[in-house]
């Protein structure tokens, strides 16, 4: 009797370890096309994505390089300070987008341009993405708002 009861436990045991191990991979290759990494502009340019691997980029959109051209595509280009990437967007930009400003991309980098699917733009005057902050931090061209403010 001793020795059935063990038995089951460890049957027990075993589908239930079965069961997590299968519903972790479920879930994992539910995910896969959820998760996107976030690059920078010189992260881009030194070791460019593969054409099918979506992932965000962040920065800020630099001056002189907005062109809306025919119909609904936008081109302009992002920067972090060291490195430009040539972006294009079709579709209606953020209210707060501009040049000068942060933003965060998500698409695909074809042929040496990043074409986005989707752009965020900072929601108010101070806000910038964490990830936009900490990549212009490693270059040495982010000033806190404050700073800013206290200059002026």
Known sequence: MKGLKKK???????????????????????????INFFRTPSQVSELPPAPDEVFRIGGLVEEGTLARGQGETIRFKVTDGAASVPVSYAGVLPDLFGEGEGMVGTG???????????????????????EVVDALKEQGVYQEPDAELATN
Not at 9 to 33: H, K, N, P, W
């Open 8 to 34: 089951r436990r460890i049957q027990v045991l075993l589908v239930a370890a079965i069961a997590l191990a299968g519903s972790t991979a479920l879930v994992g290759y539910a995910m896969r096309d959820g």
């Open 108 to 130: 695909r980098f074809v042929d040496g341009e990043f074409r986005a699917t989707e752009i965020l733009a900072k929601h108010d005057e101070s806000y910038m993405p964490k």
